[in-house]
Nanobody
């Protein structure tokens, strides 16, 4: 499954962005999805995950109450709504799919990745 992430950009602290993820030409049916982020020279970090069909979500402590992961299974899309952005949220954000319906919290649990979209938050 090839995933395509979009929606990144340059914003100011306190602003919002919504990232989108879709698998062109295929389906996200019966797969759990996750968002991760990575800064240069750092490990890929878990941000949020959602089960299939969407009843369970998990968040990193650093984004809880600010970010919301959701999915629209009729449109084959997964979203990450990011509010109250901070400079420390600056990173390349990746969406990922795993071949199970339950959420995963580590990058190793995901089988398919998108190319990443850059989010830059200025102070």
């Amino acid at each position: 499954v090839q995933l395509q992430a979009s929606g990144g950009g340059l914003v100011q602290a306190g602003d919002s962005l919504r990232l989108s993820c879709t698998p062109p030409g295929t389906t996200l049916s019966r797969v759990a999805m996750g968002w991760f982020r990575q800064e240069p020279g750092e490990e890929r970090e878990f941000v949020a995950a959602i089960s299939w069909p969407g009843s369970r979500t998990k968040y990193a402590e650093s984004v809880k109450d600010r970010f919301t992961i959701s999915r629209d299974n009729t449109k084959n899309m997964v979203y990450l709504q990011m509010n109250s952005l901070r400079p420390e949220d600056t990173a390349v954000y990746y969406c990922a799919a795993r071949n199970y319906q339950t959420v995963g919290l580590t990058a190793q649990e995901y089988n398919h990745w998108g190319q990443g979209t850059l989010v830059t938050v200025s102070s």
